[in-house]
């Protein structure tokens, strides 16, 4: 601690800076050099994470435990495993089967960071692409079913941040809400019915494929990278975190804390409106019943990524990782022949070990990181 | 545990030992070279430490000297790496706070850590509820706490009354009984007269002096010297995470030396001189007729370009209150704010702030930090959107601002991709001021600035405020106390009962006549309605 130099005398004290004068870029370069001084791990891999250290770590941990998935898998069925072709080919399907929910981690991901919860995900998924897959809708052909499903899912976003924000609705019961409510209206729209997408277009995005990856995982890797530089580049971004690490704080500094609400939630829903049409496309349909419960599975696979559940805290890379995750369990299920309920409860259990070893591990981690850097 | 001699110890200022009969009671507490250290601090490094039944010891040090670390080695929330504790005669380590509790060591921490939707006696007993076949005795536990309000001479109090809806100095009657509940026999105060008002303060020290009549040791931490006069027995002085003197008699020894002692320097803290009248500024800020029921009523007052306006009042008084809504955080109820003539939209921080104000808020870390962001996210967080280009931000721009800040301010620790969590309160709340150094803030609004903060930390804070004003910016201060308003302001507002009771420029009050004024007629208690 070096907390006890001398009282700033008048004459330092009255050299403060004067108000916002133009930084050189080499001045800039300079001082960010000088500050690495102790956070030379942050800053080796920030890139990772916008400049959270502690992101970085977890994210390493959620790749172990990815790699231990992968290694069960080849150990149990090495035959498999044996043909390299087979292994790419598991590889895009895994990440295949991870792109719709991916895109809905990503909309969930920001509104846990900003201190909220959002229920209402997979009952706005199933509405938009009810809405973009009705007669009326189709007839204007893949540009009006895109427009449609996006318009739904950014509208109801729309609806649940106004409630929450102006309304001051609890989050979980605003959401809970609508979950219901936009259920309701999709079998209302639907008349029960399973529509069947006739657009070529639009069903090809799930069959299609570009330089042999499925379309469906360049569009989640285009989102996740949309929301990677939104959260870690963007004021956008850095509202989220302010807004829910501590929404008193981030109102006195001037922030508009009941507007960034909304668009979070918007965003959300924008989010499920891309999920909408990713779903519709792989199922060739739409129905009432569809993307059931992916509210939960998004909000596990954000959970598993690091993101604090109470707001103020996580990384778009995490709740990816989370995702994958999921679904390559699902993937290792699939090619051993088990039951989905065996699955179910595995999950449940992979849920409470990731978040457990996360806690242990980056607690020892930046123990060890502490300790060595006192002694060197 | 060390078995390392005393000769081993290397303090860089000498050990000064005031003769041990000046106590009678029996020694309960005794450590010796107690260290602890955390990643990349050694906040504890050898720290003695003596405390008699029946005494209150005191223990100075400025913010980071290692008085929150020891307070939490003492209470079972950290445990010492080396060194030796003595509880009641016997070696002791405290595994969790239940331990300590038990052992019979209470802490009153400086944020009350009371359940505000329970009742007195819930709070007082909370842990360990008087129980039946598992069900709690409630008839029971009211009649015991009203016997422990009793000796604490707060009888008054109903022990079914909610925690929320009681006063600062009532919450912290509630802490105090929680620790008699426990029959604790060391109680230890963080900045207890922190949270409360000039009157309050006496009442405070009553029920300690009520406590070390029955025998109870009480280690008492303040940054304010002449409270330590006051109530005091004996001191030890804390710096860097040593003890630099230990067991100094409260009374008798000088301010100076205590001082010296805590600082490394031989001055307590000074307020800047006044510049040379130059003339007044232009008027910055028109506040006409603002009001807020039960809050205050009816408050016009002006603030001009470079000038420091201070309030002063009692916690409860709707200072703070008044301060948030000429902010923008709370609505107005009539009158209106203007700043260089032109109105605010009322209820509207993001107008205020667009019209160049800011606001240092009172309660630091719950309104002002995001505790687990990188000091320079907290130094930006109301001017990051100035750096962005196309809402792209500018991580390298913003670290360089808050570089430029954490330099003028002397932050230490100096790195400012730490967490804020880890600084220390004063360095906090220069994170917080800074924030409004940067972009162009014409009016600084600062509630409470130096609660908390050290000696030291304070002196630099008064340089920077008046340095600001003297580069135009105005500053409208409120403090509860009433030195640092006249010492600092250039005029003086008194609030009583959300009334401006008196208006006059510094140099015409003195500190009697503004107590005089902040106390006179019927007191309100605590917050009101």
């Known amino acids: 601690m070096s907390d006890t130099s001398p009282t700033a005398t008048p004459e330092r004290a009255a050299q403060l800076p004067a108000q916002s004068p133009p930084v050189d870029p080499a001045e800039t370069a300079a001082a960010s050099e000088k500050t690495t001084h102790g956070g030379a791990t942050a800053g080796r891999l920030s890139w990772w994470s916008g400049d959270s250290g502690e992101g970085a770590k977890r994210n390493l941990g959620l790749i172990g435990v990815l790699l231990v998935l992968i290694a069960i898998g080849a150990l149990t069925r090495s035959d498999l495993y044996s043909n390299p072709d087979w292994v790419w080919d598991n590889v895009l399907s895994i990440l295949k089967l991870a792109s719709v929910v991916g895109v809905v981690t990503v909309g969930m991901t920001f509104v846990i960071i900003g201190g909220g919860i959002d229920l209402s995900v997979g009952a706005i998924v199933a509405l938009a692409g009810v809405w973009c897959t009705t007669l009326a809708t189709q007839s204007y052909g893949a540009g009006g079913m895109i427009f449609s499903a996006l318009t739904v899912g950014l509208a109801v976003g729309l609806v649940n941040g106004l409630l929450i924000s102006y309304g001051r609705l609890v989050p979980f019961i605003a959401t809970l809400a609508m979950l219901v409510a936009a259920r309701g209206l999709a079998a209302e729209i639907s008349d029960k019915q399973t529509q069947v997408s006739d657009n070529q277009f639009i069903n090809g995005i799930a069959s299609n494929s570009l330089l042999g990856i499925p379309l469906l995982v360049y569009i989640l890797a285009a989102v996740v990278a949309a929301g990677w530089v939104l959260l870690n580049r963007t004021t956008f971004g850095r509202r989220t975190v302010a807004v829910g690490g501590n929404p008193e704080a981030a109102r006195l500094a001037g922030i508009n804390v009941k507007r960034h609400s909304v668009l979070l939630y918007a965003l959300s829903g924008l989010c499920c409106g891309i999920a909408a049409i990713m779903l519709t496309a792989q199922a060739t349909s739409a129905q009432a019943a569809m993307a059931n419960l992916y509210e939960l599975d998004a909000i596990a696979a954000a959970i598993i990524g690091g993101t604090l559940l109470s707001g103020g805290r996580g990384t778009i890379i995490g709740s990816l990782l989370g995702v994958i995750i999921f679904s390559t369990i699902t993937n290792l299920f699939a090619i051993n022949g088990l039951s989905t309920e065996a699955q179910n409860m595995v999950k449940g259990g992979i849920i409470v070990a990731a978040v457990l070893v996360q806690q242990v591990q980056f607690r020892s981690l930046t123990q060890f990181l502490g300790r060595n850097r006192l002694t060197t | ?529």
């Open chain 2, 1 to 529: 545990m060390s078995e390392q001699s005393e000769e081993t110890v290397v303090t860089d200022a000498p050990l000064v030992e005031a003769p041990a009969d000046a106590v009678a009671g029996e020694v309960v507490l005794r450590l010796t070279d107690v260290v602890k250290t955390f990643p990349g601090v050694r906040a504890l490094d050898g720290v003695q430490l003596e405390v008699r039944a029946g005494e209150v010891h005191c223990l100075l040090g400025q913010n980071g000297a290692g008085k929150s670390t020891l307070i939490k080695v003492l209470a079972g929330v950290h445990r010492p790496d080396s060194g030796q504790v003595e509880w009641r005669g016997e070696p002791a380590t405290f595994a969790n706070p239940q331990a300590a509790m038990r052992a019979g060591i209470a802490t009153i921490y400086q944020e009350l850590d009371l359940v505000e939707d329970l009742s007195v006696a819930e709070n007082a007993f909370l842990g360990h509820e008087p129980r039946r076949f598992g069900f709690v005795r409630r008839g029971y536990m009211a009649r015991r706490t009203r016997q422990i309000l009793g000796r604490l001479g707060h009888a008054e109090i109903p022990p079914n009354r909610m925690v929320r809806t009681l006063p600062a100095a009532g919450k912290q009657v509630v802490s105090m009984a929680r620790a008699l509940s426990h029959e604790a026999r060391l109680i230890i105060m963080d900045e207890p007269s922190a949270v409360l008002a000039h009157d309050e303060v006496g009442n405070l020290f009553r029920i300690i002096r009520e406590l070390t009549a029955q025998g109870i040791a009480v280690i008492y931490i303040s940054h304010r010297l002449e409270e330590i006069r006051e109530i005091g027995d004996r001191v030890t002085v804390l710096k860097d995470g040593r003890t630099t003197a230990a067991n100094l008699p409260a009374r008798d020894t000088p301010t100076r030396d205590l001082v010296s002692r805590m600082t490394g320097r031989t001055i307590e803290y000074v307020f800047p001189d006044r510049p040379a009248d130059t003339g007044p500024g232009a008027e910055l800020l028109t506040v006409e007729g603002l009001t807020r029921s039960g809050e205050f009523a009816d408050v016009s007052l002006s603030v001009r370009a470079g000038e420091i306006v201070g309030i002063a009042g009692l916690v409860g008084s709707g200072r703070s209150e008044l301060l948030e809504t000429i902010y923008g955080a709370r609505r107005a109820e009539a009158g209106s704010v203007r700043m260089a003539g032109r109105a605010l939209r009322p209820g509207s921080v993001g107008a205020a702030v667009r019209a160049g104000m800011g606001m240092a808020p009172e309660e630091r870390k719950s309104q002002a930090l995001l505790l687990g962001e990188p000091i320079y996210r907290n130094v930006t967080l109301a001017t990051f959107g100035r750096y962005a280009r196309a809402g792209f931000t500018d991580a390298g721009r913003e670290r360089a601002e808050a570089d430029r800040i954490a330099e003028s301010l002397e932050l230490r620790p100096r790195d400012v991709r730490r967490p804020v969590r880890t600084l220390s309160g004063g360095n906090q709340q220069k994170v917080v001021v800074g924030r409004w150094l940067l972009g162009d803030t014409k009016l600084l609004l600062l509630d409470e600035p130096t609660r908390g903060v050290d000696v030291g930390a304070r002196a630099e804070l008064y340089q920077v405020i008046r340095a600001l004003a003297a580069r135009g910016v105005g500053v409208l201060l409120v403090s509860s106390e009433v030195p640092e308003v006249l010492g600092l302001a250039d005029r003086v507002l008194v609030m009583r009962e959300g009334r401006v009771v008196r208006e006059a420029p510094a140099g015409e009050l003195d500190e009697n006549t503004v107590l005089d004024l902040v106390m006179a007629g019927s007191l309100m208690e605590g917050a009101p309605a």
